[in-house]
């Protein structure tokens, strides 16, 4: 296994597009996270999912988010008409299910810039 | 909101060891203390965690107070790739991560 993949690593889009970025988990994870994080802070949470169910968002979310793992497997998240802040790094991570506390794996992320 | 206090910054000299401080007040019984690390350009790295034993793996050790209110992450002796960002994060049933800002640790040769 290679880790938690994400694609594509840049994407640079304007103000007002569509977005959707990938996140290919670690395969025996039954849980996926997505994260924000902007330069100098720490990585912000966005959603999650167990399996195929999407379990917690964060009120921080806007409705131009959406986020899907529709087998359970890999992962999509879309932002509809980007605006200038929404460019940022854009986390995926992996784990099992919380049972003794066990850690998350990270990808690399996918950086947005809107211009 | 983030649950634990860490110190913004610190600074190391290689080969020496380091002591990352956290403090977790509100910790409660089933939290798990974990820590991550991140280095520039790329995504958090897990490093450890605990529950109420100190714990050792070969990156670090996590020392946990007796009253779980505090743990300080041992880096027995850092090198430059040692430094990043540290964070220090309760891990409560049920909710996912939530990241503070975390300790910057700068290690000079």
């Known amino acids: 296994d290679t880790g938690v993949s994400q694609d594509p690593r840049h994407k640079i889009t304007k103000r007002g597009q569509n977005v959707t970025f990938r996140c290919d988990p670690i395969?025996?994870?039954?849980?996926l996270y997505w994260y924000r994080q902007t330069l100098g802070q720490g990585p912000e949470f966005l959603t999650y999912f167990q399996n195929e169910a999407q379990l917690e968002k964060s009120r921080l979310l806007s409705d131009r988010f959406s986020a899907e793992r529709p087998k359970g497997s890999f992962s999509t998240l879309e932002i509809q008409r980007t605006e200038q802040g929404d460019s940022a790094m854009y986390l995926c991570?992996?784990?099992?299910?919380?049972?003794?506390?066990?850690?998350?794996?990270f990808g690399s992320g996918t950086r947005l810039t809107v211009v | 909101d983030a649950k634990t206090t860490q110190p913004n910054s610190m600074e190391s000299n290689e080969e020496e060891p380091v002591h990352l401080p956290c403090n977790h007040s509100?910790?409660?019984?089933?939290?798990?203390i974990h820590w991550y690390r991140q280095l520039p350009s790329q995504g958090p790295e897990y490093v450890i965690h605990?529950?109420?034993s100190n714990v050792n793996n070969r990156m670090a050790s996590l020392a946990i107070a007796e009253d779980r209110k505090s743990s300080t992450l041992i880096l027995h002796r850092a090198t430059l790739r040692d430094a990043a960002v540290y964070y220090c994060i309760l891990d409560q049933a049920g909710t996912a991560l939530i990241f503070g800002k975390g300790t910057t640790l700068s290690v000079s040769s």
């Open positions: 395969s025996e994870h039954n849980r």
């Open positions: 605990g529950l109420t």
């Open positions: 509100t910790i409660s019984g089933t939290d798990y």
């Open positions: 991570a992996s784990s099992l299910a919380r049972t003794g506390g066990y850690g998350y794996t």
